[in-house]
């Protein structure tokens, strides 16, 4: 988007903490390179790229599966992680302004590969209760904390887990749970809605177990219906 022979190389003035204030700079530093157009809002995207290399695609309007609150969002989090870390006098972030649609084409070849994805991972936390009046034990599964030791549940241990699919390799594990009964219902699918072993389970929470998961295995008790 630069004027032929221009280098658009420049600090930002301030911390850009909303797309509107990303955009005000860029337009703002970069007028002559831009030729002093005022370039329609969705033409700009941008790469945020941190200290690991890791980059994070930006655009100003939809596009490519993005919606505008997911973008600010997306930007807010970056700038977060970013500061959080020991800074040694170099920089901690780099933006790289394109045009929109060349960030959205390289972001869906990137989305088709898993190998160039940051795995969207978060904790999954299991945990028990023991009713000692009628020896029964009863499981909980929470997604999204590492901690299931709430009220009377036992935390049991944690694992890490996708929060979104990636590719179709990638297999939905849904968690069901029962009014009254207060137990967790573990399966292989997106939801668990629906009655089992004669009891109606409500969805709870879905999370994904990556094609290339590594670590040990778990047995989760098993209980089959006839037929």
Not at 81 to 87: F, I, N, R, V
Not at 98 to 106: G, K, N, R
Not at 203 to 221: I, N, Q, R, W
């Amino acid at each position: 988007v630069c004027a032929e022979g221009c280098q658009c190389s420049a600090p930002l003035l301030r911390l850009p903490f909303s797309l509107e204030e990303l955009r005000t700079q860029v337009l703002q530093i970069f007028n002559e390179c831009f030729l002093g157009r005022s370039w329609p809002t969705g033409f700009l995207g941008y790469w945020l790229v941190n200290r690991n290399i890791e980059v994070t695609a930006i655009l100003e309007g939809a596009g490519a599966g993005k919606t505008v609150d997911s973008e600010q969002w997306a930007l807010t989090e970056v700038l977060r992680q970013a500061l959080d870390e020991p800074a040694d006098g170099d920089p901690v972030l780099a933006i790289r302004v394109m045009q929109a649609h060349s960030v959205a084409t390289t972001l869906r070849a990137f989305q088709a590969d898993v190998n160039r994805q940051v795995p969207p991972f978060m904790q999954v936390c299991y945990g028990y209760y023991y009713h000692e009046e009628i020896n029964l034990m009863k499981h909980t599964v929470n997604v999204g904390t590492d901690d299931c030791g709430q009220r009377s549940w036992t935390h049991s241990g944690s694992f890490l887990a996708l929060r979104r699919q990636r590719t179709p390799q990638d297999r939905p594990i849904c968690i069901g749970q029962a009014d009254e009964v207060w137990t967790a219902r573990i399966e292989h699918g997106e939801s668990c809605e629906g009655e089992k072993m004669g009891i109606y389970w409500k969805h709870k929470s879905t999370f994904y177990l990556a094609s290339d998961a590594t670590g040990p295995e778990m047995c989760v008790l098993v209980r089959e219906e006839p037929g």
